[in-house]
């Protein structure tokens, strides 16, 4: 009787090991009750594992049922290659066979990854070292391997896999990898392109053919994903200039056999191109139409453009959302006529229900406390959502500078229609410095820094700063302080304690030296979103030293009005700020009007106004224009204090010509600054070539125009200094550069001070 059971049970066993996630099919026998389980073949796998997957346990009966679901729980482990049920006068043996674990995992040639970046990702595919071994999972890794080297445009790599056994059953995994070279972009061609140069259309690509730049940019080494965009940005093209029809049709990328060059067809079909006939408004129009009207981008006659088609869509939406409707939709239905090549817009309006905002929700401030968020907000709990208001809150939390990356997402509440949840998700970023900094610049030479900064002290928003700075010319000690909520309304309050020291002995200005000693507090309104008025008050003592090279004007001062100085004085200004952004602007602009006033043993008052605005010429293209006034003059029957004069010349103002080194001149030939400046910059600002839109680097083609005029002079126009150039602004890994070179328009001969080649270099560790 055992003996029959014993030969049903191993034809049953036969076949389920014919594989290991086959479904066993044991043959009839008869069921017996178990009087003890036994496992055998078992090395690393602790016996305890095998009886807890076991369906069976001592006392029960197995029947031809559990001893098909006992085979199909032990493979399901994956432990095992091999499991077999027997019997023996009443004992059920569980006979295995063990797979290999996995004893070390090597690399051999890699270069372009670190080892362990290479092992975490491989853990992942669950190839690891003490791991079950899985040829599948073997497999896996190869290919991915693979992978990480296209992604990195190495296409020639070869991965070969060795497995060696070891004892104990175990396996030791080796991956020797011939990296082979960088395989880059060399052609790109664009088929069936009519309407524009070929030029044109590639210079959209960010994928390029090799550059004097692509070496840092990596832009000529193909990329499945970059592909992808380019070819938006191409179909984006076409749509904006009117071609409704067109469409890209196929894509081939080929690689050479030595696997080194890549060369990338996009075959297009651009169609014909359309213009609007009619734009319509329909559906339920809640605000006058005259209004919508006005928002709508694209006119009847004008050239089909996509972008100003979502524009309109986008400004008519977010209207209706400023009045409450957050889910507005405004679709604009096509009626395309083929024969006349024209196309009607009929834009429906649905703007759903109006919602209330129930609550504001601030996540990701772990350290900012939650009020220095909130104060920023300008949509309200329980008010009509407001789109507008709830983007500005956004654009305000983000200027705060505390944090990296802000977002805002609405949401439904559920079982209220008229209600949505308003989420502020916010990202910090170490807003504290420990700074030391070496620099080197036209102006100050070699420079020297430190600095203790924390912008956001403790979560509060409030700002503190302690700064050394050696320079050349310039050495400061400063330690500053602002509270920028000193009350509920946003009025800022400010402390400054200084010293300061500037040694002008090196410049075109003469040789004299003043040290500062000074102290001050500043308060600052704002009066809507855009403006803020401020005023301060300030204390200075100030020693003047002259030297026997010191100009005679500036000898003559110290000998009427001394050495030693000390005064007070009032500061006032007003700024209107509509930039976009404070790291790349594109639009918008800053006007500021400014004054000071001073009296004591110095008397004197200084005005000054600027302006600037950008305007987006095009995708990459931006005009940049400042301008800059300046004027001031002596109180009390006492000149202007001629280290509170104003200078001109070098990079901040008119590049090309040495630093400080325009307007009137004394005998020996130092400038002497004047009472009134007047400085303009007309500028394009672009990408670098070959550089896409990387956004750390840009180039600018500039106009610089500037002079400065003494007391009493003629103001004339006609003896402003003019130059152009180009300058190259690059925040580049070990710190920011700024390089120009200009060119002098109407130098004055043997009077100017050129100074074609200026820059500004510096970093921190």
Same mark, same amino acid.
């Not at 110290?558 to 602007?585: E, H, K, M, P, V």
């Given at each position: ?7 049903? =049970? ?34 690393? %796998?602790?016996? !305890? ?27 399901? &482990? ?27 995992? #090597? ?42 080297? =296209? ?57 390029? &053919? ?61 169609? #014909? ?9 329909? !559906? ?52 395309? #006529? ?148 000193? %009350? ?25 030296? &003043? ?25 200075? #003592? ?46 918008? +602009? ?45 109180? +009390? +029957? ?10 001109? +010349? ?31 910059? =007309? ?15 840009? =180039? ?66």
């Amino acid at each position: 009787m055992p003996m029959c059971l014993v030969a049903a =049970l191993a034809c049953a066993l036969l076949v389920a090991a014919g594989a290991a996630h086959a479904q066993p099919q044991p043959p009839t026998f008869r069921p017996f009750v178990i009087k003890d389980i036994r496992v055998e073949g078992v090395q690393r %796998t602790d016996p !305890g594992t095998v009886f807890s997957y076991l369906p069976v346990k001592v006392g029960e009966t197995l029947t031809e049922e559990k001893a098909q679901q006992a085979l199909r729980a032990l493979f399901a &482990t994956g432990f095992f290659k091999d499991v077999r049920l027997e019997a023996d006068n009443g004992v059920l043996v569980v006979q295995v066979e063990e797979r290999p674990a996995i004893a070390q995992v #090597d690399f051999a040639g890699v270069s372009e990854f670190q080892p362990d970046a290479l092992r975490r990702v491989l853990r992942d595919l669950g190839l690891a070292e003490g791991r079950i071994f899985d040829r599948s999972a073997l497999d896996s890794a190869e290919q991915e391997l693979k992978r990480q080297y =296209l992604s990195r445009g190495k296409y020639a790599a070869e991965v070969q896999t060795t497995v060696t056994p070891l004892e104990r059953n175990r396996v030791a995994i080796s991956f020797a990898v011939i990296e082979g070279e960088v395989a880059n972009i060399r052609g790109i061609n664009i088929v069936g392109a009519k309407a524009f140069p070929e030029a044109e259309l590639l210079d959209l690509f960010v994928l390029r &053919t090799p550059g004097w730049l692509t070496w840092y940019t990596k832009h000529d080494q193909y990329s499945r994903q970059r592909l992808s965009a380019d070819l938006e940005t191409l179909r984006s093209h076409y749509l904006d200039q009117g071609y409704l029809d067109f469409n890209v049709e196929s894509t081939q990328v080929s690689i050479t056999p030595d696997r080194q060059d890549i060369y990338i067809t996009v075959n297009v079909s651009e169609g #014909d191109k359309y213009t609007v006939s009619s734009v319509q408004l329909a !559906g339920q129009l809640l605000v006058p139409s005259e209004e919508l009207e006005s928002l709508i981008r694209i006119k009847p006659g004008d050239v089909f453009s996509r972008r100003r088609l979502t524009e309109t869509t986008k400004a008519i939406s977010d209207r209706l959302g400023n009045d409450g409707y957050a889910f507005a939709n405004a679709n604009a239905v096509p009626q395309v #006529d083929k024969e006349k090549r024209t196309v009607a817009f009929t834009i429906l309006l649905d703007p759903g229900r109006r919602v209330y905002v129930r609550r504001i929700n601030v996540l990701g401030n772990a350290k900012t406390r939650d009020e220095v968020v909130r104060r920023e907000m300008r949509q309200l709990e329980g008010a009509y959502y407001d789109a507008s208001r709830i983007q500005l809150s956004r654009r305000r939390i983000d200027r705060t500078r505390f944090f990296s990356d802000v977002s805002v997402q609405t949401t439904p509440v559920e079982g209220s229609p008229d209600q949505v949840d308003v989420t502020y998700t916010v990202e910090e970023k170490p807003t504290g410095a420990l700074m030391v900094g070496v620099g080197f610049s036209s102006v100050d030479r070699l420079i020297l820094s430190a600095s203790i900064t924390q912008p956001n002290v403790f979560g509060s928003g409030k700002y503190l700063s302690l700064e050394v700075n050696s320079g050349t010319v310039n050495k400061v000690h400063a330690l500053s302080y602002v509270d920028p909520y000193y %009350t509920v309304d946003g009025v800022s309050r400010g402390f400054d304690v200084y010293q300061r020291s500037v040694d002008a002995s090196t410049l075109t200005i003469g040789a004299y030296k &003043t040290d500062t000693l000074g102290a001050g507090i500043r308060f600052s309104y704002p009066i809507s979103e855009r403006d803020t008025v401020s005023f301060g008050a300030s204390m200075e #003592d100030v020693e003047l030293q002259t030297f026997a090279n010191s100009a005679f004007v500036h000898q003559d001062f110290a000998a009427t009005f001394g050495n030693d100085y000390r005064y007070g004085s009032l500061t006032s200004a007003w700024a209107r700020d509509t930039r976009d952004s404070l790291i790349l602007t594109t639009d918008g +602009g800053l006007s500021r009007v400014s004054g000071e006033i001073a009296g004591g043993d110095l008397q004197y008052y200084r005005l000054g106004f600027n302006q600037q605005y950008y305007w987006p010429l095009s995708r990459t293209f931006t005009l940049f224009v400042n301008g800059d006034l300046g004027y001031a003059s002596g109180l +009390g +029957g006492k000149p202007l204090p001629f280290f509170k004069n104003y200078y001109a +010349g070098g990079p901040g103002t008119v590049r090309g010509y040495d630093d400080f080194s325009l307007g009137p001149r004394d005998a020996a030939g130092n400038s002497l600054g004047g009472t009134r400046r007047i400085a303009g910059n =007309l500028e394009l600002l672009f990408p670098v070539p070959g550089a896409g839109q990387d956004k750390s680097l840009r =180039l600018s083609a500039f106009i610089d125009a500037g002079q400065i005029y003494a007391q009493g002079e003629k103001l004339s126009l006609s003896e402003l200094r003019y130059s152009t150039g180009l300058a190259l602004a690059w925040s580049s890994p070990v710190g920011p550069l700024r390089l120009s070179y200009a060119y002098p328009l109407n130098e004055r001969e043997g009077f100017d001070r050129v100074q074609r080649l200026q820059f500004k270099f510096g970093t921190a560790f």
